[in-house]
């Protein structure tokens, strides 16, 4: 089915999103019921964070269900899924927002606590996921799926203070973009992939980092409306604001050290995580 026949794809749709219970991912919830989803679910590790957003979703006229789910643990992503669909029907939409950061030199992250669990939620638990809702995805061709993945633009250049968010980053990007690039060879054609990659977002995530050189930090607003506008429209990726393309550019032009001099001491990069304190209580 060409791709321009499907139908517009929130309305009607049933939406699942991890990390739900606050931040940008409350915003995808609040941005789904308002453009006429059939029915949101609303994944986190914090009940009753994802109750309060459900108790909203629900007063805008849309079914919502909060499950409190662990997507660092397949086994709960597995049962999860299976919950949503008995609770819900099985999802068209997947927003993979759960991310967790630790903003420290690498020999300062815990193996475990902070090397381990970083990979698993920001990068296993999406491919995890995705994985388990792709079959319900590929059976229904009746209507456009899609799947928002949220990386960072912290997966395109490397930064001091982010050498594990930025491989989970990195890696998450380079399973995203392979795994569209798969569904548009296949006959699943009515699903789409876009790849999210923001420069910092004032969620409180990364409270304390600097915004470098021409690249502002992004309100929550700003962010969810862009990756969900260009999920709509199927766009491969959304990377925002331009400055993150241009850090690309530069970075894929010159020699390592002359980048390494520019990002430190023009952009500012290098320096962007120095004053980093994360959300307070995690």
Same mark, same amino acid.
């Given at each position: 089915?060409?791709?321009?026949?499907?139908?517009?794809?929130?309305?009607?749709?049933?939406?699942?999103?991890?990390?739900?219970?606050?931040?940008?991912?409350?915003?995808?919830?609040?941005?789904?019921?308002?453009?006429?989803?059939?029915?949101?679910?609303?994944?986190?590790?914090?009940?009753?964070?994802?109750?309060?957003?459900?108790?909203?979703?629900?007063?805008?006229?849309?079914?919502?269900?909060?499950?409190?789910?662990?997507?660092?643990?397949?086994?709960?992503?597995?049962?999860?899924?299976?919950?949503?669909? *008995?609770?819900?029907?099985?999802?068209? &939409?997947?927003?993979?927002?759960?991310?967790?950061?630790?903003?420290?030199? /690498?020999?300062?992250?815990?193996?475990?606590?902070?090397?381990?669990?970083?990979?698993?939620?920001?990068?296993?638990?999406?491919?995890?996921?995705?994985?388990?809702?792709?079959?319900?995805? /590929?059976?229904?061709?009746?209507?456009?799926?899609?799947?928002?993945? &949220?990386?960072?633009?912290?997966?395109?250049?490397?930064?001091?203070?982010?050498?594990?968010?930025?491989?989970?980053?990195?890696?998450?990007?380079?399973?995203?973009?392979?795994?569209?690039? *798969?569904?548009?060879?296949?006959?699943?054609?009515?699903?789409?992939?876009?790849?999210?990659?923001?420069?910092?977002?004032?969620?409180?995530? /990364?409270?304390?980092?600097?915004?470098?050189?021409?690249?502002?930090?992004?309100?929550?607003?700003?962010?969810?409306?862009?990756?969900?506008?260009?999920?709509?429209?199927?766009?491969?990726?959304?990377?925002?604001?331009?400055?993150?393309?241009?850090?690309?550019?530069?970075?894929?032009?010159?020699?390592?050290?002359?980048?390494?001099?520019?990002?430190?001491?023009?952009?500012?990069?290098?320096?962007?995580?120095?004053? /980093?304190?994360?959300?307070?209580?995690?």
């Amino acid at each position: 089915m060409p791709r321009g026949a499907l139908s517009e794809p929130i309305s009607g749709a049933n939406v699942l999103i991890t990390g739900a219970g606050r931040g940008m991912g409350a915003l995808y919830a609040r941005r789904a019921a308002a453009e006429g989803a059939a029915s949101v679910a609303l994944w986190d590790v914090d009940g009753e964070a994802a109750e309060s957003v459900a108790a909203e979703v629900r007063r805008a006229g849309v079914k919502a269900e909060p499950f409190v789910v662990d997507v660092s643990r397949p086994d709960q992503i597995v049962e999860g899924v299976a919950r949503v669909r *008995e609770a819900l029907g099985a999802p068209d &939409i997947l927003v993979n927002n759960a991310g967790i950061v630790r903003g420290v030199p /690498f020999w300062e992250h815990d193996p475990s606590r902070d090397i381990e669990l970083t990979m698993r939620i920001n990068t296993l638990a999406p491919m995890w996921l995705t994985r388990e809702v792709l079959p319900d995805m /590929f059976a229904d061709p009746s209507r456009p799926k899609r799947i928002l993945n &949220i990386a960072s633009a912290a997966g395109t250049l490397a930064n001091p203070n982010m050498s594990v968010y930025a491989s989970s980053k990195w890696a998450m990007i380079g399973w995203s973009e392979s795994l569209r690039l *798969e569904l548009a060879r296949s006959p699943h054609r009515h699903i789409s992939v876009t790849t999210f990659c923001p420069s910092y977002v004032s969620t409180g995530m /990364f409270a304390g980092a600097r915004g470098p050189l021409l690249t502002p930090i992004m309100s929550p607003e700003q962010a969810v409306d862009a990756a969900w506008n260009g999920m709509k429209a199927g766009q491969p990726i959304v990377s925002k604001p331009w400055t993150v393309k241009l850090g690309m550019a530069a970075r894929g032009i010159l020699p390592t050290r002359a980048w390494d001099w520019v990002a430190d001491h023009v952009f500012q990069v290098y320096s962007s995580m120095d004053h /980093f304190t994360g959300r307070s209580g995690k």
